[in-house]
């Protein structure tokens, strides 16, 4: 397991598909949101937790297509599925790289980045708790996504139509426990929910990942 996730690591750094391109998205959304918006600053803090919390999940969707696609393409996937890893195993390896190269980055980033929309300092560390916590959530989710279309030409898009009415839970009480933290009202609620969607989400989609695989790979 330790190997294949190095490998996974290896190939996304050197690619590039996943972190830089998940990163420079966030990046870029955030940066434009003051030309969209206006430059009024308190518009910009009240808005501010909705859009990092969009921009990053909008950037971990972008490389999800990339999680078993391309080896499924050089046969790898195949290769794995008779390996003596089990085939969950290697699903919850493939969330856990993706994590590490598009959720994780995307967490460091984002306390940094709400300075551009004058989020106010209580939040900053709301924002970096609830992004640790809800971005596995999102790559474990979006695995289960790339399972179920993987071998699919032009996937991409129905990939998205599968994978974001599974994410709106997570966003919802990621941007509510930011907005709390400001507030001052308590976001141990939020932020509680969106835990126990991420403990079930790599309870049981990992096996829905796999049994997805053995069927597309019959």
């Not at 996943?18 to 430059?39: D, K, S, W």
């Not at 909008?58 to 089990?86: H, K, V």
Request: proline share 6%; aromatic share 8%.
């Amino acid at each position: 397991m330790t190997a294949l996730l190095w490998r996974d690591l290896a190939l996304a750094v050197r690619a590039g598909g996943g972190f830089g391109l998940g990163l420079a998205f966030f990046l870029i959304v955030v940066v434009l949101v003051p030309f969209g918006v206006g430059p009024d600053r308190s518009t910009l803090a009240l808005i501010a937790p909705g859009i990092l919390w969009v921009a990053a999940l909008l950037a971990a969707l972008l490389s999800l297509d990339r999680i078993f696609a391309l080896d499924f393409e050089d046969g790898s996937l195949a290769l794995l599925a008779t390996a003596p890893l089990p085939l969950e195993g290697v699903a919850l390896i493939k969330a856990l790289a993706h994590w590490i190269t598009t959720g994780l980055p995307l967490t460091l980033v984002a306390p940094a980045l709400g300075f551009f929309l004058n989020m106010q300092p209580a939040a900053y560390a709301y924002l970096l708790v609830s992004l640790a916590i809800g971005t596995p959530a999102l790559s474990m989710i979006g695995s289960f996504g790339a399972a179920l279309t993987v071998g699919l030409r032009r996937g991409g898009l129905l990939l998205s139509l599968l994978v974001l009415p599974l994410y709106v839970p997570t966003l919802i009480f990621g941007a509510e426990a930011v907005r709390r933290g400001v507030d001052g009202t308590g976001a141990t609620a939020p932020l509680m929910l969106m835990g126990a969607i991420t403990l079930g989400c790599f309870a049981l989609l990992p096996f829905a990942s796999a049994a997805v695989l053995r069927i597309n790979l019959r």
